[in-house]
C-alpha cells in the first residue's frame, strides 16, 4: 500500500544546531516525529485525544536513517512522511529531509499502536484504517 505523501516545511532554528551550525543529528528524528504528527493531525486526529478515545498510542519501534548531507542554521527543509505498510497494529513510513528538492536525510521508520494503559500492541481504529486507505 502506497499512500499519499504529507510535506511539512520546517526553517532550522540555531537551537536544532551544533556549535558549526550544521543539524546535529538526532534532531533530525525530531523533524521527522513532527511531521508524522502533523499528517495525523491533517487527517483529523489528535494524539492526546486518541490516548483517551480509543485509548491507543503509537510508538517508534525502528527507524533507518541515511544522513547524505548536512542541513544548516536557518534553511528553509521540507519533511515528508508517507505511509508505505499498513498493517493491523502497525504503520512504517518512508521519510525525507529536502532542502530544495536536494535529498539530505533518508529514514523508514516502523511504528507500532499500543494500548494507552498496558502498553501492548492494539490494532489501529477501524476509522483511521479507512482514512489511511483513503490517502492513496
Known amino acids: 500500500m502506497n499512500l499519499k505523501k504529507f510535506i511539512w516545511p520546517i526553517r532550522v532554528y540555531y ?19 513532527r511531521a508524522r504528527t502533523e499528517m495525523l493531525r491533517a487527517m ?46 502497525s504503520l512504517t513510513f518512508e521519510q525525507l529531509i529536502t532542502r530544495n528538492n536536494d535529498t539530505l536525510c533518508t529514514c523508514i521508520t516502523r511504528i507500532a499502536c499500543l494500548d494507552a494503559n498496558t502498553l501492548r500492541p492494539k490494532e489501529i481504529p477501524t476509522n483511521l484504517q479507512e482514512l489511511l486507505k483513503n490517502e492513496h
Do not use: C, W
Not at 491507543?56 to 519501534?61: E, T
Open 44 to 89: 483529523g486526529h489528535e494524539q492526546d485525544k486518541l490516548m483517551v478515545n480509543p485509548g491507543i498510542i503509537f510508538a517508534v519501534r525502528s527507524v533507518q536513517v541515511e544522513y547524505l548531507k548536512s542541513a544548516r542554521f536557518n534553511d528553509q527543509i521540507e519533511v515528508s512522511a508517507e505511509v508505505i505498510l499498513a498493517k493491523r497494529a
Open 15 to 33: 537551537e536544532d544546531t551544533d556549535a558549526g551550525g550544521v543539524v546535529f543529528y538526532a534532531n533530525y528524528l525530531k523533524f521527522f516525529e
